[in-house]
């Protein structure tokens, strides 16, 4: 059998190598010239000349030990690294708010209430939900934790992850979720699926896609589809710009919107489905800076979307991953949500770095001025999985026509764990 994947991304990417190793070849179409979607480390060169680097899309992966994400990295000989748990703050109340690094210390923090405390420890004895119907992301938190829980710690946390406002979403946007609801309550899941941490591969996030193309025979750059064609024999023929080929089976990793368009004649249900999965946007603002403690020295500050509206908080890349910038410089990259999202008191206030800048000396006044920014927009970056996605996935899959299929972060789950959890149970059905 002969199967052709359009899609380039770790999604692709991932199912390839997997069909690979079962010795299953399989030849993947990416419409960009450098495979790996969102999951690409770009250069960003100091002013000296200093090979420092970005992150395009997410800033390392949660892993922990023995673990699907674990074993992956392992057989493809890629080393990663952890600096530890790292301080962490919210932005509420307009100041920053520590957050424990583990959830005793949530006893003498000022994060949330007595109240909400005292709840949120009764978590393990709350029954579990049945699976249908859907539940709200806030509504699951709120009947496990309590509703202090839903709106005092849930979301600046969702906020920094999906830069979309929890009430909005499904309990599907965080997949985790219900894996641990399973074990009986989410504190028996944590403990017993294993504690994560953020890790990042040597060389960035991209070298994972960068691992996978070289022990992926085929993949074709700069190859875009732009139609489907069944044949009389049940094959597929893909059409794309001066290249076509046929296939005995074809896979669609390709975000949802882009999917649909090429599903529309073949499989309008389908389409319709996809089309209906909106997709949120994001700017960042990566800046360098002289250090300051103790933020140069932790993972970062997420804001209470009632004190942000737009802005969603500040990353430290320089110590998630020592490559980004040179010792002796603090390197942020700050989030800036959908206007349309969080309410922006004044949307049509251009969020350019001085805007930015703003924002950041409100929490931290101390902040040096920049030795450089660089700008980042990202159109359709993360799907956005509202009330009713679970629906929608079905709708989508359940639509398609024997030898088509359909995968993707909208799928899976938004995150690279997700991604490659997903894919792994994906091909075991």
Known sequence: MTTLILGGGITGLLTAWHMQQRGEPAEVWEA?????????????????????????????ILVSPGSVADKLFRILDLDLH??????????????????????????????????????????PFQSVGPEEPEEGLSDFIARRA?????????????????????????????????????????????????????????????????????????????????????????????????????????????????????????AQGSAEALKAIPYTSV??????????????DGFGFLIHPSEGKPYLGSLVP????????????????????????????????????AWTERNLRHWVPALAAPSQTLEVISINAIPRAEKGHRGRVCQAVEGLPQGLDWISNARFGPGVRDVIEGIEEWLRT
Request: charged share 25%; proline share 11%; glycine share 12%.
């Open 146 to 266: 309590g509703r202090g829980m839903a709106e005092e710690l849930l979301p600046p946390m969702v906020a920094g992850i999906l830069a979309a406002p929890p009430e909005l979403l499904s309990v599907d946007a965080i997949p985790k979720l219900r894996q641990w609801e399973s074990y009986g309550s989410m504190f028996n899941g944590i403990r017993k699926s294993g504690i994560s941490h953020l890790m990042v591969p040597e060389g960035g996030m991209g070298a994972l896609p960068k691992r996978l193309v070289e022990r992926i025979p085929m993949v074709r750059r700069g190859l875009k589809a732009f139609g489907l064609e069944r044949l009389p024999n049940g094959r597929w023929k893909v059409h794309g710009q001066g290249h076509s080929a046929e296939a005995d089976r074809v896979i669609l990793a390709l975000p949802a919107f882009e999917a649909a368009e090429l599903l529309g004649p073949v």
């Open 82 to 123: 952890s600096l530890g748990k790292g301080a962490r703050w919210v932005g509420k109340g307009g100041r920053l708010v520590p957050v424990p690094a583990h959830p005793i210390g949530l006893i003498t923090s000022s994060l949330m209430t007595w109240r909400t405390k005292l709840r949120m420890f009764l978590e």
């Open 318 to 353: 320089s110590w998630i991953d020592k490559g980004c910038a040179p010792k002796g410089v603090m390197q942020l990259r700050s989030f800036i949500g959908d206007s349309a999202l969080w309410g922006d008191p004044r949307p049509e206030e251009p969020k350019d770095w």
């Open 283 to 296: 700017k960042l603002w990566n800046s360098r800076h002289d250090p300051l403690p103790p933020y140069d």
């Open 32 to 60: 960009a010239e450098e495979p790996g979607g969102w999951v690409q480390t770009l250069p960003w060169p100091m002013t000296d000349g200093w090979p420092g680097r970005f992150e395009k899309g997410p800033q390392g």
